[in-house]
């Protein structure tokens, strides 16, 4: 059903979800806007909130699916359909559109129970919490320390296990190495958030564990014992309250109807989401974030994924202290991405409620590029003076571990991805959630292709079993690791093929081309500039048969990607992560005034 979408069909549809989501601050709950209606300490939980609903994509789902079907009716002018098969969105939808229409319909209807559903929501949320609250019992370093200079909040799992140097850190580890050389490793503490393990690999019980107690970071549990989560303990006595403020709203009720079609049980289960899973979770990371700066009293703090959940509560946290703060870009800021796009009332105080001072941004956010800036300025509406271009730290690494490379370990990482001459090696770089539509046309197109050898880096979020049934499906097929090393790879790889991978734009500074499927996506912009590549599900095979053998498209590509990395980007020169420093110390001194 989804074909009769279409490219066009797709942004529609994204524009849509982003446009529903944000009208919702807008809209009454008890008289007064969403956004001022729902508050903790005085900050929004709106902020909270819009990460939900844009996370979860079920109103994103809603609007294809509704898009789907209307584009299925104009094409093929139906007198009669009968529903086959359909998850519950295709069930509730399908119907009322074609009934709306005159059009016979034959097959189940409606969205299901859901009671159920949120019965689930709250049972998960008890689970968050019960881990939460075991979690201060395990057995840790004790949290004092030598008041710190710089305290930077980094993600546990994104920090290899046994690895004691900052520079090991999975994002911005060479500017964690950087800092600790221009202020001294005391200078520096490290606090970390989230849990020990990434989100496929994480079971229940590794809260009760003892915890990493060789590495480099304080667990945030440390400085936020049982007394500290108080507030947020409140909010989460209350928080079937707040669900049925939620859902007593008529303007929500009426939000929920979409093209004439009813969604409000869909709708109803994602508010119920909002107020017993994401606002408890969140009081709780404000309280942490809040604790742990009381604790420390650092001159600055220092994150990255400022803008994701975790980093909005401990931004939010920061300026209630008037703590200055700096978050780092650690990789490609998606057009689409939610998180970074704000409407101009968003970035300003309430005028009817001053103690909310607007979106909780960094003090300054450093960036890779000018293409960031120039997104953050106009879709994000942030001001100039909050954004400076650093470049990217991980870039220079690459590059320089890439010419270090002998043609000996080149031709060993060809070897290990399976690709013995005269295979030509193609690399996969890409998150499985966001591959596993078009993953099955890739193989396909690559078990025609025998001088071909397809290698799927795992991404550090995913394990490599989820590509377990993609394997079996050719024999040219690998998967490695994601702690392999990416320079040798790229050095060995003819091209890339990715969804939406920031890598892609690494493997152009090396000189490798990409090819962008399952478009459109948030690398649509980079192939309508000729940058990249692309290929939709049905045409991938002669997409990438062109990109291997021919090499006119190689070379034009080459000409449009030299063009835009001169126009926007930094070269990679080694001293990305110095200035990233110098930034860092310079807003030390503007606000030491």
């Known amino acids: ?6 490219a066009d069909g797709e942004e529609q549809a994204v524009a849509s979800a982003h446009a529903w989501i944000k009208e919702l601050r807008r809209l009454p709950v008890d008289g007064v806007p969403f956004r001022r209606r729902f508050t903790y300490k005085n900050d929004s939980l709106w902020w909270f909130a819009e990460l939900y609903l844009h996370k979860e994509q079920a109103i994103l789902r809603l609007f294809r699916a509704i898009g789907a079907i209307e584009g299925l009716v104009r094409r093929e002018r139906p007198v009669s ?27 189940a209807s409606g969205f299901g129970s859901e009671w159920l559903g949120v019965a689930r929501l709250d049972l998960r949320a008890r689970a968050l919490r019960a881990a939460a609250l075991a979690s201060r019992f395990r057995p840790r370093r004790p949290a004092s320390a030598p008041r710190p200079t710089v305290a930077a909040f980094v993600h546990r799992a994104f920090w290899p296990s046994g690895a004691d140097e900052s520079d090991a850190e999975s994002y911005i580890g060479p500017v964690l190495h950087a800092l600790e050389q221009r202020l001294g490793e005391e200078a520096v503490r490290y606090v970390a958030v989230g849990p020990a393990a990434n989100f496929r690999a994480r079971r229940w019980w590794h809260a009760l564990g003892p915890g990493r107690q060789s590495a480099p970071f304080t667990p945030i549990e440390g400085f936020a014992p049982l007394a500290a989560l108080k507030p947020s303990q409140d909010l989460w006595r209350r928080r079937h309250e707040l669900c049925r403020v939620l859902w007593n709203s008529p303007a929500l009720r009426r939000h929920a109807t979409i093209a004439g079609c009813d969604c409000w ?41 400022e ?69 953050l300025q106009g879709a994000g509406r942030f001001p100039p003076d909050a954004l400076a271009v650093s470049g990217s730290p991980r870039l220079d690494a690459l590059v320089a571990a890439a010419g270090r490379l ?4 080149i031709a060993n990482a060809r070897a290990e991805a399976g690709a013995a001459p005269p295979r030509e090696l193609v690399l996969v770089v890409t998150k499985y959630k966001e591959a596993r539509e078009v993953l099955p046309a890739l193989s396909a197109a690559v078990a025609a292709m025998p001088g071909v050898q397809l290698a799927i880096k795992t991404h550090p979020a995913e394990t490599p079993d989820v590509y377990d049934g993609i394997l079996r499906q050719a024999p040219n097929i690998s998967v490695l690791p994601a702690a392999r090393p990416l320079a040798p790879l790229l050095r060995a790889s003819r091209a890339i093929v990715t969804v939406n991978s920031t890598v892609a734009l690494d493997a152009a500074v090396l000189g490798v081309p990409a090819l962008v499927i399952g478009l459109p996506n948030n690398l649509t912009p980079f192939v309508e500039a000729g940058v990249m590549a692309g290929a939709g ?54 606000s030491a005034r």
């Open 1 to 6: 059903m989804f074909a009769y979408l279409g």
């Open 81 to 107: 359909v009968d529903l086959v098969s359909g998850d519950r969105i295709v069930r509730g939808t399908v119907p009322q559109i074609l009934r709306s229409r005159r059009i016979n319909y034959h097959g």
């Open 265 to 305: 049980p869909i709708v109803r289960q994602e508010l119920a989401g909002i107020a017993l899973l994401q606002w408890t979770w969140s009081a709780r990371a404000m309280d942490e974030a809040g604790a742990a700066l009381d604790a420390l009293r650092p001159k600055l703090a220092l994150t990255y994924a």
């Open 307 to 375: 803008a994701g959940g975790w980093g909005r509560a401990l931004m939010a946290e920061c300026r209630r202290r008037g703590i200055p703060s700096v978050g780092l870009q650690h990789g490609f800021i998606y057009r689409h991405w939610l998180n970074y796009l704000h409407e101009p009332d968003e970035m300003a105080a309430d005028p009817e409620h001053p103690a909310d001072a607007g979106f909780p941004r960094p003090s300054i956010t450093l960036l890779f590029d000018a293409y960031a800036s120039a997104h």
């Open 406 to 409: 002998t043609a000996e370990a």
């Open 537 to 590: 599900a049905d045409e991938i095979g002669p997409a990438l048969e062109r990109l291997l053998q021919d090499e006119g498209v190689r070379a034009e590509i080459a000409r449009n990607r030299c063009a835009f990395l001169a126009r926007y980007a930094i070269a990679p020169d080694g001293r990305a992560a110095d200035r990233s420093v110098d930034a860092v110390l310079g807003m030390l001194e503007r």
